[in-house]
């Protein structure tokens, strides 16, 4: 969900490891679209490590609450989002959200009152 007030952008996201004894850590980001299906916002991916499959009270499946803040003035404009939840981690997740990010500040640089600024910040 979209708070356009607070530009607080939330999703569950479902953590499932059906591998017996071994546990993974993963990556979450969302990706924010406008109504023209433009990309113009990605949040910094968070890490989440899921444990084995060893007993039926291991923390092998659940879900969690990921949320980031985006600029207000994005958050009106999304019309969309798409939550990439993968066990990519470290720089290949880092990479990845600066390809978004590069495709997303083509779009918003456009917007007139930026100046030629991306908004979003830089992943280091």
């Known amino acids: 969900s979209v708070n356009r007030n607070t530009g607080l952008v939330t999703a569950q996201v479902h953590l499932y490891n059906s591998y017996w004894g071994m546990g993974y850590t ?45 600029p207000v003035w994005i958050a009106n404009r999304v019309a969309s989002v798409r939550v990439i939840n993968t066990r990519v981690t470290g720089d290949a997740m880092i990479n990845l959200y600066r390809e978004i990010r590069g495709i997303a500040c083509g779009v918003l640089v456009k917007v007139p009152f930026m100046g030629g600024h991306c908004p979003l910040p830089e992943f280091r």
């Open 26 to 70: 993963g990556g979450t980001l969302m990706v924010l679209y406008d109504k023209c299906g433009g990309t113009i916002g990605v949040t910094k991916p968070a890490q989440w490590g899921v444990d084995a499959k060893l007993w039926a009270w291991s923390m092998n499946e659940r879900k969690a609450l990921y949320s980031a803040d985006v």
